[in-house]
């Protein structure tokens, strides 16, 4: 995948090209919705020149000018090489590829459709119409058309002939709400129009210059529209080409030139690190400690199942040194040490199974609905792949910071799960398997050695992991293969170059009529299998991915940017108070964690089989009981306020948002027989499905509420204030997790500990909801929360970066900002193409985070505080300018522990900066 991407913040071209010079590129554009809702490509262009300059060992550089917005590409004769300059016209919905040749050279254009029939979307392909996977009719994308022209220009489009968008409404009983709201599918049509500055079409599909020049110019325009017929976008497109070429070619990039200019000096951060400390040492992460059982003998559900003889499992809570294994595999009878916490012996079966033989009373239980099978020694169990044992939930089965495996194991195959600790969506305590070699994994980190061990012999495996000595594999007592957890490079290169590309990822697909798609923005191609249509989760928007791309938007001033997320959730407002009157009988709206951009559940997730169900159940636990969203997206446009002190803002998007949706939440969740508000039925995230009082949400009702209510008086009315502040007193205090010490904030209140996901919602107190962090109470509390956390990581939307940087924990924040701007696509040579993660590439959630986390090290916003340096590493020199609250501007250079450069606009603000002082 060696595409660059450029775009104007509604349409973007992937751009590359191939070995046989030719120039390809995607066309993208916001809001090239499908009939089932899917965001399409618009179409991919082919452009060849005769005779071809390309050869064997020809010169050949492409560069992105961010600064210009335009990606240059020389080629062929490394002294006179050929020249594209390649841009999207920041300020009109046109691609312009300009050619410069040093001999004449013949230019063809061609139209390069891939949607030439109507198709049906079957098996994994399906996925990318998410929603529609398991619906009662058949998903057919339809064809391109291209419109016949007076041969002086392509034109083609893609027209929705049907739309999902009243079967969706129908399916959730809102079947009145179509009567009166417009369908934003059906007729939407997007396409595109290809002109040359001398060129003819000599097929409907291709445009062939009249004779060979030195310059040739093309230029794509882009349109999307609903018309009552085709041939009404075909004249909408027509005039839309004829404004733009009213604007001379220099004039137009002049004035896009100067947009690039001031994105460029908007904001920044460049950060140079000394090569003495470009090296972190590295701890790896402690072990989930996710509530699930050991399964032994086969993985979940008896999938890779272990076919042979197991005699003996045995866990430790550390990492046993190479003496005392080789011991144990001297003598399978030699007893446990005290560091051990399971031991289980697989020659006699109690009637519940078979006991811990430390006297836990853990049992491991026979799973799979057979009866085990004794060896014919009976000193073992024999496995064939129709049982398997379990045991737990148990807490003494968590490793967090070191453990040990053991097994003795005699295999007639060599394949198969021996035991593993590990939820269903892929979080792995740990595991041991056979699998072409032998292989164990604690956590992230897996180590697999290729030996392949005998069949129907005795063995004796061990795995030891500890978090700061690493992981090793052992054999009959001997090392097979080790890892430790080494250092982790800070190339401040790197990370300056990928902050700043995904800045412009950013301003390249945030200007559009549609918010960014967090699963590959306008940016996405086709892979190895499927076309550029295609990418996983499809068109809906989850809202805990979508927010990512726009929280770091603040800091860096991309206040333009913003608007389509808004505008969004504002459009869909009218249909969120059908639905919300017409399943709960109240007024009020709410918006589903993860919906269509008109703001329906997927079909999917509500059901398509209503049979016995209530209008308002929904039959996917992630998203059932799951309305955090509502709160972050005030939580955001609250934040957007205090920073643009915007009222015409405020009045006609904020405050519409807020009354609607606590007009919802007060009636939905009102006071308890003890005058405390019990928020019950919740989901604590996707994570666990059943809480009541669940962290995000208490903390997300805070926080909004004590937002709202410092707002003027003159924009609220006394009676809705009157209700907020009652509201407001009645929430419940913030769950803590079980009496001891340390204490810690918990998920929720109350909850069943089975996790589905790997957030970690307690944390939601710190961020998006910043009730915790530098200069507030309890700060040593939800530090200490921190390093308890179940999940960890720094990929995706996983936001530990960031909640270390609120906390003032500077080496956790580094550490995972730095693993994070390591990561990127291998597929991909874009070095922000993030991804895929759980989402796309590329990954706008991944990205986002490295944004944010970055920005948050730097300079972090408490009330009316300005926080400089608050989790910043001594030893990263910096120059940066990032915006804070109130039109602020903070400009600064810090060089070898001093600040050099400080200025703070207005300079009122300068009295409200805090300097913290950068850790080492």
């Known amino acids: 995948m060696d595409s660059m991407p450029l775009g104007n913040g509604d349409l973007g071209v992937n751009v590359w090209c191939e070995t046989n010079g030719d120039l390809v590129f995607y066309l993208g554009k916001t809001d090239a919705w499908s009939q089932n809702g899917r965001l399409l490509k618009v179409g991919r262009i082919r452009i060849r020149l005769s005779p071809n300059p390309t050869h064997a060992g020809a010169f050949f550089r492409q560069t992105l000018r961010m600064d210009r917005g335009e990606t240059e590409i020389l080629f062929g004769d490394i002294y006179r090489p050929t020249q594209y300059r390649i841009w999207v016209d920041a300020h009109h919905p046109v691609v312009r590829i300009d050619l410069n040749s040093p001999e004449p050279v013949g230019l063809t254009a061609q139209l390069d459709l891939w949607r030439k029939t109507n198709r049906r979307l079957l098996g994994p392909e399906l996925s990318s119409a998410f929603g529609l996977v398991r619906a009662p009719f058949a998903v057919v994308e339809s064809a391109d058309q291209v419109w016949p022209t007076d041969g002086r220009h392509l034109i083609w489009f893609h027209r929705n002939e049907t739309s999902i968008w009243g079967t969706n409404l129908m399916l959730q009983g809102l079947s009145r709400a179509a009567q009166t709201l417009s369908d934003p599918l059906l007729h939407r049509t997007f396409g595109g129009l290809l002109l040359g500055n001398d060129h003819v079409a000599v097929q409907d599909d291709q445009l062939q210059s009249a004779k060979p020049a030195r310059q040739h110019r093309l230029l794509v325009v882009l349109h999307t529209e609903q018309t009552p017929a085709p041939k009404d976008w075909v004249d909408r497109i027509e005039a839309r080409k004829d404004e733009i070429l009213k604007t001379s070619p220099s004039v137009a990039f002049q004035q896009h030139g100067e947009w690039w200019r001031l994105y460029s000096e908007r904001s920044w951060i460049r950060i140079d690190v000394d090569p003495n400390h470009a090296a972190i040492p590295l701890t790896w992460p402690a072990l989930p400690g996710a509530v699930c059982p050991l399964i032994i003998g086969a993985e979940a559900e008896g999938r890779k199942a272990f076919l042979g003889d197991l005699r003996r499992i045995r866990l430790h809570a550390r990492a046993l040194e190479l003496e005392t294994i080789a011991a144990s595999a001297q003598n399978p009878e030699i007893p446990a040490d005290e560091s051990a916490v399971a031991d289980w012996i697989l020659d006699t079966a109690s009637p519940t199974g078979y006991p811990d033989r430390l006297g836990s009373g853990l049992i491991a239980s026979v799973g799979g609905g057979m009866v085990p099978v004794q060896s014919r020694d009976r000193s073992s169990l024999s496995f064939a792949g129709r049982f398997w044992l379990q045991a737990g939930p148990s807490p003494q089965l968590n490793f967090r910071d070191a453990g040990t495996l053991e097994a003795w194991i005699k295999p007639s195959v060599t394949r198969g799960r021996i035991l593993s600790k590990a939820l269903p969506n892929g979080t792995t305590d740990y595991a041991l398997d056979l699998a072409n070699g032998l292989t164990v994994t604690f956590g992230t980190n897996t180590l697999w050695s290729p030996v392949v061990l005998p069949t129907n012999q005795w063995a004796y495996v061990a795995a030891t992991f500890d978090r700061s000595q690493g992981m090793a594999l052992y054999l009959n007592g001997q090392p097979l293969t080790n890892r430790t957890p080494g250092h982790l490079r800070v190339d401040p290169v790197a990370i300056n170059q990928r902050y700043a590309l995904q800045r412009f990822l950013n301003a390249g697909s945030g200007r559009g009529a549609s918010a960014i798609k967090f699963n590959g923005s306008i940016f996405n191609v086709d892979g190895p299998i499927y076309d550029a249509d295609f990418r996983a989760w499809g068109g809906p928007y989850w809202f805990q991915n979508t927010r990512l791309a726009y929280w770091p938007m603040l800091a860096s001033g991309d206040f333009d940017l913003m608007p389509p997320l808004f505008r969004m959730y504002l459009s869909a407002l009218p249909l969120a108070r059908w639905r919300t009157q017409q399943w709960h009988g109240m007024p009020g709206a709410f918006f589903p964690e993860a919906m269509h951009f008109w703001g329906l559940h997927t079909g999917d997730d509500y059901g398509w089989n209503r049979s016995g169900r209530r209008i308002d159940e929904v039959v996917n636990g992630a998203v059932a009981h799951h309305y955090n969203s509502n709160l972050e997206l005030l939580a955001l446009a609250l934040e957007f306020y205090q920073y643009r002190q915007d009222p015409q803002f405020a009045r006609e998007t904020l405050l519409p948002l807020a009354q609607a949706i606590l007009d919802w939440w007060m009636r939905r969740f009102p006071s308890g027989p003890k005058g405390w508000i019990v928020l019950s039925p919740l989901s604590a995230l996707e994570t666990y499905y059943e809480a009541t009082d669940p962290m995000p949400d208490l903390a997300g009702l805070i926080w909004v509420l004590d937002g709202l209510l410092a707002l003027p008086d003159s924009w609220i009315s006394p009676s809705q204030r009157t209700a907020w502040k009652t509201y407001r007193a009645s929430l419940p205090p913030l769950p803590l997790s079980a009496e001891g010490y340390p204490r810690g904030l918990a998920p929720a209140r109350e909850y069943v500990p089975i996790a589905r996901n790997t957030e970690n919602p307690e944390l939601y107190a710190v961020f998006p909801y910043r009730l915790f962090g530098i200069c507030r109470p309890e700060l040593e509390m ?128 300068i009295r409200d900066l805090v300097i913290c002082q950068p850790q080492s």
């Open 782 to 909: 939800a530090r200490v929360t921190f390093l308890n956390r179940v999940f960890m990581g720094s990929r995706g939307w996983q936001q530990d970066d960031i909640q270390a940087a609120f906390l003032g924990m500077m080496p956790d924040a580094r550490m995972a900002v730095v693993d994070r701007f390591n990561q990127n696509d291998p597929q991909s040579r874009f070095p922000a193409f993030w991804g895929p993660n759980m989402n796309w590439v590329p990954d706008q959630d991944h990205g986002g985070v490295a944004l944010m986390a970055l920005q948050s090290m730097l300079l972090q916003s408490d009330q009316s505080r300005i926080l400089l340096f608050p989790a910043w590493p001594k030893e990263w020199d910096v120059d940066f300018k990032l915006h804070a609250p109130q039109n602020t501007v903070v400009r600064g250079i810090y060089r070898r522990g001093k600040l050099e450069h400080l200025q703070v606009t207005p300079q009122r603000r």
